[in-house]
C-alpha cells in the first residue's frame, strides 16, 4: 500500500466530483475594484450556504414530527444549533467595518440587499414567520418564487410542533390546527399555558426536550439579528439601507421580535 496520497486520476479527481470546489471558488464577482469588497461577497456566500443546511435541518425536523418520530426530529435541531453558532461566528469579518470602509464598496451594491435573500426568507417561514409580501421580489426567478411559494402553504416547523403536541393529549385549540398556513402565526395565549404545564412537568418528556431545543434554536436566530444589526449599526449608521429600508432603524424592529414567542412568555408562569 502507498503511503502517499493518490495523484493520478482519469478525468476530475473525486473530491472535485462531491464538492465541486471549482464551481464554488469561481462563483465570486465582485462589483468594486475596493479589495475590501470580496469578503462582503464571501461572507454573505457562507452565510447562504448555512442558511441553506439550517433550511434543510428544520425540514426534516418537521418531517419527523409529522410522523411522531421525535429522536430524528430532535437530532436535527440539534445540529441546527451547532451550524447557527458557526453561521454567527461568520459575523466576525464583517463586524469591524468603520463607515469608510462599507462605502468603498456599498454603492456599488446598488439596490442589492440581503432583505431579498429567498433562502433567509425560508429560515423565517419555517420559525412562523408567514408573508405574501416577500414573495414578491421573486417573481422574475420562477425556481426560487416557486419553492417560497410551497415552503409559504406548507405547515411551518412550530406549526409542526403544535399538531404533535395536540395529538400527544394537550389543549391545542382547534383553530390554530387548521389555522390558514399562509399568514404569520400570532402568539396565543392557550399555547403559552401548553408551554408552562410542559415546562412544570418531567424535563425528560419528549415535550420539554423539544421546548429547550427549539428555544435554543430561537435564541440563536436572535443571535444572529442582533449580530447583524450591531455591524450595520458600525458600518453605515442610520443611512436609509440599499434594499430601500429606513436601515438600523427598520432591522431593531425585526430584532425586537422572539422567535416562538409562547416558549419565552410560558417562563414567567412557571
Ligand atoms: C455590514 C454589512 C451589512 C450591512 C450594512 C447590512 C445592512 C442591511 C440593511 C440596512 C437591511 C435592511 C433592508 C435594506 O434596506 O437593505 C438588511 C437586511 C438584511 N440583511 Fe444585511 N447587511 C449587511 C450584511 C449582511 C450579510 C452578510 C447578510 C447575509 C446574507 C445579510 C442578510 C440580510 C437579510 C437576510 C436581511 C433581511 C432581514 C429581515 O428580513 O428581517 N446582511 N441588511
Redesign the pocket.
Given at each position: 500500500m502507498s503511503e502517499t496520497p493518490n495523484l493520478d486520476f482519469a478525468g476530475t479527481t473525486p473530491y472535485e466530483d462531491y464538492v465541486q470546489a471549482d464551481v464554488l471558488t469561481h462563483l465570486q464577482h465582485p462589483l468594486s475594484d475596493d479589495p475590501g469588497e470580496m469578503v462582503?461577497l464571501v461572507?454573505?456566500q457562507v452565510?447562504?450556504l448555512w442558511f441553506t443546511v439550517i433550511v434543510h435541518e428544520w425540514e426534516t425536523a418537521a418531517k419527523a414530527l409529522r410522523g411522531d418520530d421525535v429522536p430524528t426530529a430532535l437530532a436535527a435541531l440539534t445540529r441546527s444549533t451547532y451550524e447557527l453558532r458557526s453561521l454567527n461566528a461568520s459575523w466576525e469579518p464583517?463586524a469591524h467595518?468603520t463607515p469608510a470602509q462599507?462605502n468603498s464598496y456599498r454603492s456599488a451594491l446598488g439596490e442589492g440587499?440581503?432583505?431579498q435573500?429567498a433562502m433567509?426568507r425560508r429560515m423565517?417561514f419555517l420559525l412562523g414567520e408567514k408573508a405574501s409580501s416577500m414573495l414578491v421580489p421573486h417573481r422574475g426567478a420562477p425556481r426560487v418564487h416557486d419553492e417560497l411559494e410551497k415552503a409559504l402553504h406548507q405547515p411551518s416547523l412550530y406549526d409542526e410542533v403544535l399538531r404533535f403536541l395536540a395529538r400527544r393529549g394537550h389543549d391545542i385549540p382547534a383553530g390554530l390546527l387548521d389555522r390558514d398556513l399562509s399568514q404569520r402565526y400570532e402568539p396565543q395565549p392557550a399555547v403559552e399555558s401548553v408551554w408552562t404545564r410542559v415546562y412544570e412537568g418531567d424535563p425528560t418528556t419528549p415535550e420539554a426536550r423539544l421546548g429547550e431545543g427549539l428555544t435554543e434554536v430561537a435564541e440563536l436566530v436572535w443571535r444572529w439579528r442582533n449580530d447583524?444589526l450591531v455591524?450595520?449599526r458600525r458600518?453605515?449608521g442610520s443611512k436609509?439601507?440599499?434594499?430601500?429600508?429606513a436601515?438600523?432603524a427598520?432591522?431593531e424592529r425585526?430584532a425586537q421580535k422572539n422567535v416562538f414567542p409562547e416558549l419565552w412568555t410560558a417562563r414567567s408562569y412557571v
Open positions: 462582503f461572507t454573505t452565510m447562504e464583517l467595518l462599507f440587499s440581503g432583505f435573500s433567509y423565517e447583524h455591524a450595520t458600518a453605515m436609509v439601507g440599499t434594499g430601500g429600508s436601515g438600523v427598520w432591522l425585526r
